[in-house]
């Protein structure tokens, strides 16, 4: 149980640009040790997505409770976020030197979670073998540079997926 809490703790310190950049992070020290299969951690991902919540808090809840019930979701979601507790009491105190060095470290991590987010959808695509999913998913894609609304997106996927036995 601990070695699960400290994965989520690793990278709730180590990793910035919100939950689906941390998302490809949590693949792979999920699967590699040992917790998850790549099939699961894909039905996980999709479970995270569809509750309220970021995804990668979710995530840990989910897996949390998984492997070690109530005790395991709670345990998961501390220590996720033990890391932005821990900076945003640190930021309240060095207010004022923190203002003046935002601008200059936001400018910095951009080209890092564009990365993030980069790798994280090629690690979830690598775990698609089906033609038509990966179809679905790049209509999904386009979709949302049309403007289209993401519930709209959501609920189209959900219902074609159904249709279609997935």
């Known amino acids: 149980m601990l070695k699960l809490a400290f994965i989520f703790l690793k990278v709730g310190f180590l990793s910035f640009g919100g939950g689906w950049a941390i998302v490809g992070i949590l693949k792979n020290e999920l699967v590699t040790g040992g917790f998850l299969s790549p099939e699961e951690f894909s039905q996980a991902v999709s479970i995270a997505q569809m509750t309220p919540g970021p995804v990668a808090i979710n995530l840990a809840t989910y897996t949390g409770y998984k492997f070690?019930?109530?005790i395991g979701a709670v345990l998961n979601t501390l220590a996720f976020l033990g890391a932005p507790i821990l900076v945003i009491t640190t930021a309240i105190f060095l207010r004022k030197y923190v203002k003046l060095q935002r601008v200059r470290l936001m400018k910095a991590l951009e080209g890092a979670t564009t990365t993030?987010?980069?790798?994280?959808?090629?690690?979830l695509l690598s775990s698609v073998q089906?033609?038509?999913?990966?179809?679905?998913?790049?209509?999904a894609f386009v979709c949302s540079f049309f403007k289209v609304h993401p519930l709209f997106i959501i609920f189209g996927c959900g219902v074609i997926g159904a249709i279609l036995g997935f």
């Open 68 to 70: 070690f019930g109530l």
């Open 116 to 123: 993030l987010l980069i790798v994280t959808l090629l690690s």
């Open 130 to 139: 089906n033609p038509v999913l990966i179809l679905l998913s790049a209509a």
